[in-house]
């Protein structure tokens, strides 16, 4: 896909989303069910069913997945296809692109070892390795428009409003 390709498909819903911005406003919904006889949750993706476990350092056997994996997953998802779409808006070409992160956890946390420790990431790392000919400035800018425009990476920098809820069903 080319710039003008991109921009063509996004018209039409820049337009009509700023004609009517309720209509940019959508609900993304995730479910999954408890497994009763694992300590694991099966997830529908949409695509197939992930079924999720516990990480071996919290006494997983690793043959499912671990959600905090899933996290960094879907951040590198969103940031690869973010980088790729900016890339491609502003005609900045890319030989190749890959895009990693990498998080720190304590499972002292986790485990209820150690009531100081965090539960959840402390740091998290996201490295863009990209091979172009591009000037260093437009490399800038698409690093800058990448960052402010990842859905992931932008939740998690600014932690939206959560409400939990328990049902009886």
Same mark, same amino acid.
Do not use: W
């Given at each position: 896909?080319? @710039?003008?390709?991109?921009? +063509?498909?996004? +018209? #039409? ?7 009517? #911005? ?10 999954? %069910? &408890? ?6 949750? !099966? ?12 990480? #071996?350092?919290? =006494? =997983? ?22 980088? !790729?779409?900016?890339? /491609? ?7 190749? +692109?890959? &895009? %990693? ?8 946390? /986790?485990?209820?070892?150690? !009531? +100081? @420790? ?12 990209i091979r172009?000919d591009a #000037? ?9 428009? /990448?960052?402010?425009?990842?859905? &992931? ?13 328990? !049902?009886?069903?």
């Open positions: 896909m080319d @710039a003008n390709s991109l921009r +063509a498909l996004q +018209a #039409p819903l820049k337009a009509r989303y700023a004609a009517h #911005p309720s209509d940019a406003r959508i609900t993304l919904r995730a479910t999954g %069910s &408890v497994e009763d006889r694992n300590i694991s949750c !099966k997830v529908e993706t949409g695509r197939a069913l992930a079924v999720a476990g516990l990480h #071996p350092a919290t =006494g =997983g056997t690793g043959l499912e997945l671990c959600s905090g994996d899933m996290l960094l997953e879907a951040l590198v998802a969103c940031a690869g296809v973010t980088l !790729k779409a900016v890339a /491609t808006a502003l005609e900045i070409p890319l030989e190749a +692109a890959k &895009v %990693s992160a990498e998080g720190d956890l304590d499972f002292r946390g /986790t485990l209820g070892v150690d !009531k +100081a @420790a965090r539960v959840g990431f402390a740091a998290i790392r996201l490295t863009f390795d172009s #000037p260093q400035d437009k490399l800038d800018t698409l690093l800058r428009l /990448t960052e402010r425009y990842c859905v &992931v990476l932008q939740t998690l920098s600014s932690s939206p409003d959560l409400d939990v809820t328990l !049902k009886r069903t």
